[in-house]
């Protein structure tokens, strides 16, 4: 197992930032696909970013430029810089980790063997 465990979530108004980290435990994923994701209220579970071993990044359209995915290794952390958060970012967001993931399939969730619990960020417009 992989622990993983997200943290920086919260509450901002509309335009504001927020930085989420992950940090994994007991093991270390450098070479690991990494990814986050996110869930509201009656909707799916969708990717929003993810980055494998070699540093190749995947972001999804609804949030590109404004988040932006990165990792550091003696760390053992992941983060998700988000900017210009919009009401429609509200959701729970989650931390995946992989041993392997291609990037064009590195925004869905099955590709992901560990999962973080969560951390929650809501936007008011």
């Known amino acids: 197992q992989v622990p993983l465990v997200e943290s920086g979530g919260g509450s901002v108004q509309a335009g504001g930032s927020l930085r989420l980290s992950c940090a994994a435990y007991?093991?270390?994923?450098?070479?690991?696909?990494m990814g986050w994701f996110r869930q509201a209220p009656g909707k799916e579970r969708e990717g929003v970013a993810a980055?494998?071993?070699?540093?190749?990044?995947s972001i999804a359209d609804s949030v590109k430029g404004r988040f932006t995915i990165s990792k550091d290794n003696a760390k053992n952390t992941l983060y998700l810089q988000m900017g210009s958060l919009e009401p429609e970012d509200t959701a729970m967001y989650y931390c995946?980790?992989?041993?392997?993931?291609?990037?064009?399939?590195?925004?869905?969730?099955?590709?992901?063997?560990?999962w973080g619990q969560g951390t929650q960020v809501t936007v008011s417009s």
């Open positions: 980055r494998d071993g070699d540093g190749s990044t």
């Open positions: 995946a980790a992989g041993p392997t993931c291609t990037m064009g399939w590195a925004l869905l969730p099955h590709e992901y063997n560990f």
């Open positions: 007991g093991h270390s994923y450098s070479n690991y696909c």
